[in-house]
């Protein structure tokens, strides 16, 4: 069965330190989608970031950056001087595939709040 | 990018009533839907997928007869929470993909039944 891990439930952190948001995922598709979204209180999903599984190339946009490595099946995700407005709950996400295709089936991961101080 | 919306935004309802939530996609055609229920600190489940035209397929453990789905044209899916309870209340998030199986989210929607 899919599953994905964020063993982080709270992440504090002050103004302008860097932070890692982890995520394990597991899957038996050979070719899959993981996802990162954030959540602000206001509770609208904010899309950061698609990575097709055979794509391992490591992303950065800005301050954001993510590390996907299948051997350890994880895809963590990098906050690098984080500011106040970084402050919400993000979540990981896998994906379902058809032959391909990602169908749009997300499993995510349980959320890992983080709230950065001034 | 793609817009999908969800109505109404946030909803109180007495327990025993129905409530209906839609998800429109605004400049595209979805061709498949998914509903989402997250409860306060938690994260999303999938309720259920619907296509366009033919009947929603649940997740284990979604009453198919408390959540009724509709999947009537390209661009709307209908959410019916019928007999509402305290315990319905939540947040209710759906997603469109298009034909390229781009996924987009609505806004969400926060019931609360009284």
């Known amino acids: 069965a899919q599953k994905v891990t964020q063993a982080q439930t709270e992440i504090s952190v002050v103004e302008k330190e860097d932070v890692t948001l982890d995520c394990v995922y597991e899957?038996?598709?050979?070719?899959?989608?993981l996802f990162w979204y954030k959540q602000p209180p206001s509770g609208e999903l904010v899309f950061l970031i698609r990575?097709?599984?055979?794509?391992?190339q490591n992303e950065i946009s800005g301050r954001y950056s993510w590390n996907f490595q299948k051997s350890t099946s994880s895809f963590n995700f990098t906050i690098t001087a984080s500011q106040v407005v970084d402050s919400a709950v993000y979540f990981c996400?896998?994906?379902?595939?058809?032959?391909?295709?990602?169908?749009?089936?997300?499993?995510f991961g349980q959320g890992t709040t983080l709230q950065v101080k001034p | 990018g793609a817009v999908v919306s969800q109505h109404p935004s946030w909803v109180i309802c007495k327990s025993g009533t129905s409530v209906k939530i839609e998800c429109r996609s605004l400049?595209?055609?979805?061709?498949?839907m998914f509903w989402y229920r997250q409860f306060p600190k938690q994260s999303l489940m999938l309720m259920a997928t619907?296509?366009?035209?033919?009947?929603?397929?649940?997740e284990q453990g979604v009453e198919k007869d408390k959540f009724l789905i509709n999947h009537a044209s390209l661009t709307l899916s209908t959410l019916t929470v019928t007999s509402a309870h305290p315990e319905d209340s939540s947040f209710y998030i759906c997603?469109?993909?298009?034909?390229?199986?781009?996924?987009?989210f609505g806004p969400g929607t926060r019931l609360t039944v009284t």
């Open positions: 619907s296509n366009e035209g033919s009947k929603a397929t649940y």
């Open positions: 997603s469109a993909t298009d034909l390229l199986y781009e996924q987009y």
């Open positions: 400049d595209f055609q979805a061709t498949t």
């Open positions: 899957t038996r598709d050979t070719t899959y989608y």
């Open positions: 990575r097709n599984s055979f794509d391992e």
């Open positions: 996400a896998l994906s379902e595939t058809h032959g391909s295709s990602n169908t749009g089936k997300l499993i």
